[in-house]
């Protein structure tokens, strides 16, 4: 069974802080995605990783960077966390196939920014 | 570009009857569609996906989805749900040539005992 693992489920930090969300997967899956997922708004991409230090940038990659030093773990920084960024984040990892396919997701962190 | 839409936000049913989850696709060639299922305060979970052949898909927990291509569409169905399926469900839309799916909003779903 494929696992995708964040490293909290629940996270509370202060405005200005830097925040470090982590994802890791261990079924050697080249795609890692970043999800943000609000009420009423769905599931919408922040960046992408195909490859070991490659990434792309989503529809809403504003505020956020990512960081993929191994193939199996995918971070996701908040380098100065505001309040419009209190959401629930998703990882999510796949094979690269060139063409979509099944994306395993793990269970989610739900980030407070105060 | 591709879009996916799933007309409702909300839908209930009775404990037992039969379910219907509508998703609407936009997209010139054929897609790859997927439906998931997100339990409360879990992770989401493939429940079948739609690539090519039989426009009738089977996935798990007896959940099934029709490609209709005239129609744009790839509704879900089950023909009698159980409190257990109580959860949000959310339709995607793949392109051709990158990894990446597009998510509809998700449609909420609530069972009555």
């Known amino acids: 069974d494929v696992k995708v693992t964040q490293s909290s489920r629940y996270l509370v930090k202060r405005t200005g802080e830097k925040v470090f969300l982590e994802c890791v997967q261990d079924?050697?899956?080249?795609?890692m995605f970043w999800y943000r997922q609000d009420p009423g708004l769905g599931l919408r991409l922040i960046y992408f990783?195909?490859?070991?230090?490659?990434?792309e940038k989503g529809d809403i990659p504003e505020g956020y960077s990512v960081s993929r030093e191994k193939k199996e773990r995918f971070s996701l920084i908040l380098e100065s966390a505001s309040t419009n960024q209190t959401s629930m984040y998703l990882c999510a990892s796949s094979w690269a196939v060139l063409r979509p396919d099944t994306q395993y997701f793990g269970p989610g962190t739900r980030l407070t920014v105060l | 570009a591709q879009s996916v839409t799933q007309p409702d936000i909300h839908i209930t049913v009775s404990e037992g009857a039969s379910l219907e989850l509508r998703c609407n696709y936009s997209?010139?060639?054929?897609?790859?569609l997927f439906w998931y299922v997100q339990s409360p305060g879990q992770g989401l979970q493939l429940l079948l996906k739609y690539f090519s052949g039989d426009t009738l898909v089977q996935g798990i927990k007896g959940f099934e989805a029709e490609f209709k291509r005239s129609q744009s569409s790839f509704n879900l169905r089950k023909p009698s749900v159980h409190w257990s399926d109580a959860a949000e469900y959310f339709c995607a839309v793949g392109a051709g040539r990158d990894d990446k799916i597009i998510f509809g909003k998700g449609t909420r779903l609530h069972i009555l005992p």
């Open positions: 079924m050697d899956h080249e795609n």
């Open positions: 997209y010139g060639a054929t897609p790859y």
């Open positions: 990783s195909y490859d070991v230090k490659m990434k």
